[in-house]
């Protein structure tokens, strides 16, 4: 069974950083984009920040110089560097994955459990 593993949230102060990291689990042939996604409550999620398998980024205008997106193959973890943080930041953060195991010729969507992020003084 594949599944998406994060750590990496908690609390900080305004301007401080955090590193988030999510590893995919499992029988696992290859993994296309991953990403992640935040939650601020009341609000919709939304995308923060994703990357392809070949490394290229897309970033939310919101977080574009302050976070950074980033993986490692061998390792099926996806990463997110989060830095100058703000109070507005603060939202659960669920990972994703486009994962393909082995023996089957599908493509399906993955999700993390979320992690807390909360940005306070």
């Known amino acids: 069974q594949v599944q998406l593993v994060e750590s990496g949230g908690g609390l900080v102060q305004p301007g401080g950083s955090l590193r988030l990291s999510c590893a995919a689990t499992?029988?696992?042939?290859?993994?296309?984009?991953m990403g992640w996604y935040h939650r601020a409550p009341g609000k919709e999620r939304e995308l923060v920040a994703s990357?392809?398998?070949?490394?290229?980024?897309n970033y939310a205008n919101s977080v574009k110089g302050r976070f950074t997106i980033s993986r490692d193959n061998a390792k099926n973890t996806v990463y997110l560097q989060m830095n100058s943080l703000k109070p507005e930041d603060t939202a659960v953060y669920h990972c994703?994955?486009?994962?393909?195991?082995?023996?089957?010729?599908?493509?399906?969507?993955?999700w993390g459990q979320g992690t807390q992020v909360t940005v306070s003084s």
């Open positions: 990357i392809t398998s070949d490394g290229r980024t």
């Open positions: 499992g029988i696992i042939f290859s993994i296309n984009a």
């Open positions: 994703n994955a486009e994962i393909q195991r082995y023996y089957s010729a599908v493509v399906r969507n993955y």
